[in-house]
């Protein structure tokens, strides 16, 4: 099986679970954070990223509950390490970095944190809490830094219940532009 077809098949099969205590689905979070990098005129493999950066809840199968369990799943890590297989970091990092994002984005924009929604509240706890300024600079010195950043607002906004986006099937030949080549 391609990777294409296993990462439809991943969404086929764990996609129409919600997306931990919010109003879409994970495929429908998925989708809308897609679209809205195309709206803004990402490259194509920050779209991909954005398509792909919440993989990591999907292969784990962990619950939905998993945060009210006191449990930090890591998931941009698995998400990453899954990725990697078969895209560069032009992909990968900025799935890696989407929680480091948050976590910076609470520290510089006091907006971004009174608009995060009460289960992005309950695991930014768990994921560490907002930056300090030594972490936040650390970050910004990080080359995928501003691409984590988009992705992050990307996420934050595709919550939107009965959304309109193009099927998964329309990446197609986003996912396969940025393939690895070796
Ligand atoms: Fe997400």
Redesign the pocket.
């Known amino acids: 099986m391609s990777v294409i077809q296993e990462i439809f098949l991943i969404f086929a099969e764990r996609g129409e679970s919600a997306y931990f205590g919010e109003p879409v689905s994970q495929l429908e979070?998925a989708l809308q954070?897609a679209a809205m990098a195309r709206q803004a005129g990402a490259p194509n493999s920050l779209c991909v990223a954005a398509l792909l950066?919440?993989v990591g809840h999907l292969i784990h199968g962990e619950s939905e509950t998993i945060a009210d369990e006191g449990i930090d799943a890591r998931h941009e890590t698995a998400g990453e390490a899954w990725l990697a297989t078969w895209f560069g970091p032009s992909v990968t990092e900025p799935v890696r970095l989407h929680v480091d994002a948050k976590r910076y984005l609470c520290r510089v924009d006091s907006d971004y944190l009174a608009h995060l929604s009460p289960a992005s509240l309950q695991s930014l706890e768990l994921q560490g809490g907002p930056f300090d300024s030594e972490e936040a600079q650390r970050f910004e010195s990080n080359p995928f830094f501003a691409d984590a950043v988009s992705l992050r607002r990307w996420?934050d906004a595709a919550k939107i219940p009965g959304m309109e986006t193009p099927p998964i099937e329309h990446y197609r030949g986003a996912i396969a532009a940025a393939l690895k080549t070796n």
């Open positions: 979070h954070s950066h919440d996420d």
